[in-house]
């Protein structure tokens, strides 16, 4: 499936994606709406699983002899504070 031309970057995706979400699980839409918040969601979810899935190989390749390297601790767990 191509990409949309109306995603522009990941930010903005992510921004639509969490009010598709918001609005679903309102549920105060009608069942055609839903389903077109459906599959705009489903682009956007994967728009950004693409971005992040280039931006790991870019950081493989800038890497030591481009092996990956373990994420800092910080940015391996869930702190909501951060």
């Known amino acids: 499936m191509p990409v949309d031309p109306s995603i522009k970057d990941f930010e903005g995706a992510i921004a639509e994606l969490e009010s598709?979400?918001?609005?679903?699980?309102?549920?105060?839409i009608a069942l055609?709406?839903?389903?077109?918040?459906?599959e705009r969601g489903v682009q956007l979810s994967r728009f950004c699983h693409g971005r992040l899935e280039e931006a790991e190989r870019r950081i493989e390749v800038l890497s030591?002899?481009?092996?990956?390297?373990?994420?800092?601790?910080?940015?391996?767990?869930d702190n909501p504070e951060r």
């Open 20 to 28: 598709i979400v918001k609005k679903l699980e309102e549920g105060d």
């Open 32 to 38: 055609e709406q839903s389903l077109a918040l459906y």
């Open 64 to 77: 030591d002899r481009g092996e990956p390297r373990p994420a800092p601790p910080s940015l391996v767990t």
